[in-house]
């Protein structure tokens, strides 16, 4: 599958049903040590989505709604099921390569310096999880008339967006890009209506990519939902940031 064109759609398909064939890849990988070793795109596909339980569980606002949300959750892997897969070499350099990524990418949290030359912007960090449909923060606060850099990372396996909408505006604002899906050219537009109630907005980002927003902050204090607008995300994939006086707001 990861030489053949897909979608986001058949992608996200694919890793939702690798997730439920977990206990057979891994049985594969205790029993030959050389399993996917010279496939390392296959084996990340099987193992990545497991390697942060946080991810794999999405906000506990949402999930623990349901009581038995545990039933349907899916485990990461422990220090027990990496120790079993000690001898497999597809995993062990996997996770030296991901080591890397992640040393050479350490900041310490809210100091990453824009890309732009704006170093008086305050830094905010907004996500898409992976497999929930579902930002990383339902709350962000920020102060008012103050320039923001929001680097928008999209952990998911399809593509999403990001708009900061006006107050009270989510409905009007979904329902809008919910009808440019009827559009030859809604895709091309990156379901981003256009309309008053939009007021700062990403191109659709694909999955895996980050993109940074630059904005001034709105002067008015209010609250200013965000959401996805590709078609019937922004139902779920929604949140709020707190525009306040307060200058020491971040």
């Known amino acids: 599958t990861t030489e053949l064109p897909i979608d986001d759609y058949i992608d996200y398909a694919l890793e939702e049903s690798f997730k439920q064939l977990k206990p057979i890849w891994m049985e594969m990988f205790k029993r030959d040590n050389e399993f996917l070793a010279d496939e ?9 989505p497991f390697m942060s339980q946080k991810d794999l569980d999405g906000p506990n606002y949402y999930i623990q709604d349901d009581p ?3 039933i349907y959750s899916f485990k990461a892997l422990s220090p027990e099921d990496y120790k079993a897969l000690s001898s497999a070499t597809a995993v062990t350099t996997l996770r030296k390569s991901l080591a890397m990524v992640d040393n050479n990418l350490a900041e310490k949290p809210g100091t990453k310096t824009p890309s ?4 008086e912007a ?4 907004l996500a898409a999880l992976p ?6 923060k339902s709350t962000i606060t920020i102060p008012a008339g103050k320039s923001i850099s929001l680097i928008f990372e999209n952990r998911d396996q399809m593509s999403h967006n990001l708009l900061i909408i006006k107050p009270g505006s989510i409905d009007k604002v ?13 895709y091309e537009r990156n379901f981003v209506p256009d309309i008053a109630e939009v007021l700062f907005a990403t191109p659709l980002v694909a999955a895996g990519k980050t993109f940074q927003l630059d904005f001034k902050a709105p002067d008015a204090p209010g609250k200013y939902p965000f959401i ?5 995300h922004w139902r779920m994939m929604q949140g709020v940031i707190n525009v306040t006086n307060d200058q020491a707001a971040q």
Not at 116 to 119: D, E, G
Not at 122 to 125: A, F, K, P, Q
Not at 131 to 136: I, Q
Request: proline residues 7%; contains cysteine.
């Open 40 to 48: 390392p795109d296959k084996a990340k596909r099987l193992l990545q």
């Open 68 to 70: 038995q949300w545990p």
């Open 116 to 119: 732009k030359s704006n170093h």
């Open 122 to 125: 305050i830094v905010i960090y």
């Open 131 to 136: 497999g929930k449909m579902l930002f990383d």
């Open 174 to 186: 979904g329902k809008a890009a919910d009808e440019m899906a009827s559009l030859k050219d809604g």
């Open 228 to 232: 996805c607008s590709f078609p019937g």
